[in-house]
């Protein structure tokens, strides 16, 4: 009988620990799918965030490595300078990457850093229980916006593909969602692109994969969904925001 | 009892202040003595002075920063009048006197006054003042020998700016043979 | 062996890359920033990795990176720098994984100064971050100490899985001074823990340092704690000078070391019968020696950059048997050989 549909061989048969409906599960499968058809696994290190994917070093079966909160693109780039030939991925939420760890993120992106970083932004603080993210959308409630986000008060969300785009080191700059087939196999592709970038060594490739929360959101997974589509793609619009060897190739038309 | 020089290079910065104290250092190495070069760093706080501190030593050297030097090298007025009362009794004091326009009235210490600078320009050894002035000092003192210094200016002089030797050696004997 | 003269930051870097350090990340600070140009001229050419950082707090985490591949890996940074960096360091060390860190201290705190101070000695050696936690920390006292030392901190690094510290301070990293260097090293032990791809021939390498069950944590922690026994039972060093007879011994490290071993020599010529302790590891801390250094002392006199730091470890190591006094010079004050000897003096009767 012929198999269809499998594990990821990159993917560790062991269960998870994220919520029901999370979609971190399926953010986790594309990354070893694409592991899988590149056949890399062998010489890729990967480095977890602090916050819900803190213990992702269990489910990915690259070598792995758990970074400091925020500093994983640091850790990166210690891995990717220190062995050059191997591929290096970051896995890191929205608190991580674009509060505590803005600084490591962006002077990765504008060194041109020869990794890719997988960016799952949910808007929420999920491992702490829900509170406010740096993209957090104004008005969303949390834990510590119980009034919901005030933009006069808390400020603005951070919408950090359109950010890094400007940045001449960053390949690629493409936001996707998971929420559903289409665009599931949309973002599938954006992350085989950021590994295919980096083993042609482009440069910094991020992939910011709009997420949910079930759980700190108060929603079914379905209903999650649904807020994914309606609240958050209007103000992080899905695209491509940079793309160096779409740019290079349009170039030598 | 040991012998040990301590010796102050004191000016501004760019006098080659701290290049000399290393010619001072690197000669005390030619010759199998201990030896310290310490710098001042950083903005330095008064007077706009850049000194460095050096010592030569049959034994191991303690403290490497040098309050009351034996010798004085002085480039400049502040560091002068900073430097010129720390002198130990005995101590020789060698200055630029273009830079320099006040005579100690210390009679307990050897004070030297060569117009280096001036003297650098006429020579065409723009630059030099610093060895000028080093050469007025072993002249007088005799710490290091001839052959020692110029292995020193081989060990310092970068491979490329080989043919600086010769005029460092030739500011070194003009402040030698300086009289006044 | 060749004799060159060398200031104490560039020897530090030379003999970096001498020991195997293929990576440099760093953040420019004074009075330690010529490690960082000398390992930026010279890293590419000897096949090793020069990057300046955009922070200490990113450096740092270079290396945990770094290192994490099982590349020998080195940072350096001043006190202010050292602070930013203890996240990182605990993590290192709670990662099981070696470096070397230089802290060419300066006085503080807060931004303190520039100039030499020693008043770093509580962070390196009790508080380099959160949780429970050491790391070894070599006190070098001459520029070819510097060389020496860096040489061992990177084989004991290894040896024992932890950061290694340089504890040098703004006069050790200015001055220069004669050095030789060892022959450049090309054999290391294997590191099979590495994450440096499994080239699918074995399970997959995780470093981490995250343990949510208490025991399995504490498990980790004691562990740790075991090889720390070890390493003070085999590793701790230090300088016993003049002891034998002394009445009064002086403790000192590093530059102030220096001053006080002068001090010491003037004190005899007076006939003071005076000896000079000087620890060369401050963690593990040299507690056997300093007894056996204290034999015949009636008083001990701790000489340090600080308002008195090691201090505490001296008292410790004597359990109070002797009277310890202090005699401190801070915010980049270093104290003479003439202030140490008045103290001696004062403390000999």
């Known amino acids: ?253 | 009892m040991a012998t040990t020089h301590e010796i102050v290079l004191a000016g501004f910065g760019g006098q080659g202040i701290l290049f000399a104290g290393k010619i001072l250092a690197y000669s005390g190495l030619m010759d199998e003595k201990e030896v310290s070069w310490l710098p001042s760093y950083g903005p330095e706080m008064r007077g706009g002075t850049a000194n460095c501190s050096v010592c030569i030593s049959d034994e191991p050297i303690g403290s490497p920063l040098v309050l009351n030097p034996d010798l004085l090298i002085a480039m400049n007025l502040p560091s002068y009048r900073k430097f010129i009362g720390a002198v130990k009794p005995g101590g020789t004091a060698v200055m630029d006197s273009v830079m320099v326009e006040e005579k100690s009235d210390r009679t307990d210490i050897n004070c030297f006054y060569v117009p280096a600078s001036r003297i650098a320009e006429d020579e065409g050894l723009s630059g030099m003042a610093n060895i000028i002035l080093i050469g007025k000092l072993i002249g007088e003192t005799g710490i290091i020998s001839l052959e020692h210094l110029r292995k020193a200016f081989e060990k310092s002089v970068p491979a490329k700016k080989a043919n600086l030797i010769s005029y460092n050696m030739k500011a070194i004997e003009i402040g030698m043979q300086y009289r006044k | 062996m060749e004799r060159n003269l060398m200031k104490g930051n560039e020897a530090i870097a030379e003999a970096a890359m001498r020991a195997g350090c293929k990576c440099f990340f760093g953040y420019p600070i004074t009075p330690q920033t010529e490690i960082s140009a000398y390992l930026a001229k010279n890293m590419a050419k000897n096949g090793g990795l020069f990057l300046q950082a955009e922070s200490e707090v990113a450096a740092i985490n270079m290396v945990l990176g770094a290192s994490s591949t099982g590349t020998r890996v080195m940072t350096s940074s001043s006190s202010p720098g050292i602070s930013l960096k203890s996240e990182g360091i605990s993590y290192i060390a709670a990662s099981d994984l070696p470096c070397v860190i230089v802290n060419v201290q300066r006085g503080g705190p807060g931004l303190g100064g520039i100039q030499p101070s020693q008043a770093d000695y509580w962070q390196a050696t009790k508080a380099l971050g959160h949780g429970d936690f050491h790391i070894l920390v070599f006190a070098p006292s001459s520029v070819q100490e510097m060389v020496d030392m860096v040489t061992e901190a990177f084989d004991l690094a290894d040896e024992y899985r932890m950061p290694a510290m340089l504890l040098a301070d703004g006069l050790l990293g200015q001055m220069m001074e004669p050095v030789s260097f060892p022959e450049k090293r090309t054999e290391f032990s294997p590191k099979p823990w590495a994450t440096d791809g499994h080239k699918n021939k074995r399970e997959h390498n995780i470093v981490n340092s995250l343990f949510l069950q208490p025991d399995v944590l504490q498990n980790s922690v004691v562990k740790r704690f075991e090889r720390y026994e070890e390493i003070k039972e085999k590793h701790a060093q230090a300088e016993v000078y003049l002891c034998e007879d002394a009445e009064i011994v002086v403790t000192a490290y590093g530059a102030t070391a220096r001053v006080a071993k002068s001090a010491v020599n003037a004190a005899r010529a007076k006939g003071i019968k005076a000896g000079l302790f000087r620890p060369k590891t401050l963690w593990p801390y040299p507690e056997k020696r300093l007894n056996d250094a204290c034999k015949t002392a009636k008083r001990v006199l701790c000489v340090e950059m600080s308002m008195g730091q090691m201090i505490d470890d001296v008292k410790l190591a004597l359990e109070c048997r002797i009277p310890v006094e202090f005699f401190g010079k801070t915010g980049g004050v270093i104290p003479t050989p003439t202030e140490v000897l008045a103290q001696i003096e004062k403390y000999a009767e």
Not at chain 1, 135 to 158: E, H, M, N, S
Not at chain 1, 160 to 175: F, K, Y
């Open chain 1, 1 to 253: 009988m012929a198999v269809v549909f499998q594990r990821p061989k990159s993917l560790c048969d062991v269960p998870t620990h994220y919520c029901p409906g999370c979609t971190h599960g399926i953010i986790h499968r594309l990354v070893c799918e694409v592991m899988d058809e590149m056949d890399i696994a062998g010489n890729t290190i990967g480095v977890c965030p602090v916050g819900c994917s803190v213990m992702a070093y269990d489910y990915f079966a690259c070598d792995m490595i758990e970074a400091p909160h925020g500093r994983a693109p640091a850790v990166a780039t210690g891995v990717k300078r220190a062995k050059p030939d191997s591929y290096v991925f970051t896995y890191q939420g929205d608190g991580d990457l674009a509060a505590i760890g803005t600084a490591e993120t962006v002077h990765a992106a504008t060194r041109g850093e020869n990794i890719v970083v997988i960016f799952v932004n949910n808007t929420t603080y999920g491992m702490t229980g829900g509170q406010m993210a740096p993209t957090t959308l104004p008005g969303q409630i949390t834990q510590t916006t119980p009034y919901g986000r005030d933009p006069k008060v808390q400020g603005y969300p951070v919408r950090v593909c359109e950010m890094l785009a400007t940045l001449d080191g960053t390949a690629l700059a493409q936001r996707v969602a998971v929420d559903s087939v289409p665009n599931i196999r949309k973002a599938k592709a954006a992350i085989k692109k950021a590994f295919e970038n980096q083993r042609d060594k482009k440069g910094f490739s991020i992939v910011e994969v709009l997420s949910t929360c079930p759980t700190n959101w108060g929603l079914s997974p379905t209903e999650a969904l649904e807020r994914l589509r309606k609240d958050m793609i209007p103000y992080y619009p899905l695209g491509v925001y940079k793309d160096k060897s779409a740019e290079e190739k349009e170039a030598a038309k």
